[in-house]
Nanobody, 121 residues
C-alpha cells in the first residue's frame, strides 16, 4: 500500500513564505511525475506545479516566479517552496504522484490528504 503524507501548511501574512513537503511511502517500485495541486473554497482543484522524474518542471501562470517545486528522489519526497504569498493563494494543497508499486506494471495516481495554506492580507 502506498501513502503520501504532506506537511508544512499554515497561516502566513501576505508576502510571506511557506515550504510544503510530501513524502511517499509503502511498496514503491518507481515514481514518475510528482505534482502539487490546490483547491480554493468554491473552486475546482487546479494543478500548481509538476516535476518529472528527470527534473523538468512546469508551473501554473498564477504562481510562476513565486513558487518552486523540487524533489529528492532518494527520499521519495517532493517540495513546494512558496514565496510572495498572496491572499488568492489560500487553498488546501494536495500532493500527487504517479507511482508504480507491487506487482503492477502501471503508474497510478496517488493523493495526499491535503494541507491548508491560509494567507492573511
Amino acid at each position: 500500500q502506498v501513502q503520501l503524507v504532506e506537511s508544512g501548511g499554515g497561516l502566513v501574512q501576505a508576502g510571506g513564505s511557506l515550504k510544503l513537503s510530501c513524502t511517499a511511502s509503502g511498496s514503491i517500485d518507481s515514481i514518475n511525475d510528482m505534482a502539487w495541486y490546490r483547491q480554493a473554497p468554491g473552486k475546482q482543484r487546479e494543478r500548481v506545479a509538476v516535476i518529472t522524474s528527470g527534473g523538468t518542471t512546469n508551473y501554473a501562470d498564477s504562481v510562476k516566479g513565486r513558487f518552486t517545486i523540487s524533489r529528492d528522489s532518494a527520499k521519495n519526497t517532493v517540495y513546494l517552496q512558496m514565496n510572495g504569498l498572496k491572499p488568492e493563494d489560500l487553498a488546501v494543497y494536495y500532493c500527487n504522484a504517479l507511482i508504480r508499486s507491487g506487482s503492477s506494471s502501471l503508474y497510478l495516481p496517488y493523493w495526499g490528504q491535503g494541507t491548508q495554506v491560509t494567507v492573511s492580507s
